[in-house]
């Protein structure tokens, strides 16, 4: 009886691993952010200004534990900044990923960047 538990175990254990891997796969692959999901993707829409939005979008990330990148190691050119994971809007944040991967100068994308933003606030 004891020989059959332990072969089970050793069978339920490396299928446990797989389907957690193919889970999370899967999760990752989703368009979704998930802060943006609990947050509710209207609030811009109800006139909050942009600042108290990525305020409270900082907040909610940092307690879903949803503010670090997704692996600790990661390969990408040199012109990407390791902080890229913490700019929001996601779409602002897909903007400047594509603007680094077309131009490959990080400066000069984060320049256009903050210059856009100053004149939105100006507005």
């Not at 175990?9 to 989703?30: E, H």
């Not at 809007?89 to 603007?99: E, K, Y």
Request: hydrophobic share 45%; with cysteine.
């Amino acid at each position: 009886m004891i020989r059959y538990f332990i072969r089970r175990l050793l069978v339920a254990l490396p299928t446990l691993w797989v389907v957690s891997i193919f889970i999370f796969g899967l999760s990752r692959c989703s368009d979704v952010d998930q802060v943006v999901l609990v947050l509710g993707e209207d609030t811009a829409a109800k006139g909050v200004h942009t600042l108290v939005l990525a305020k409270r979008y900082q907040e909610k990330a940092a307690q879903l534990n949803a503010d670090g990148p997704l692996f600790y190691v990661s390969m990408h050119a040199a012109a990407f900044p390791d902080t890229l994971h913490r700019i929001y809007p996601p779409s602002r944040r897909q903007r400047l990923t594509d603007w680094c991967y077309q131009t490959g100068n990080w400066p000069a994308v984060q320049g256009f960047d903050q210059s856009i933003l100053a004149f939105e606030t100006a507005l």
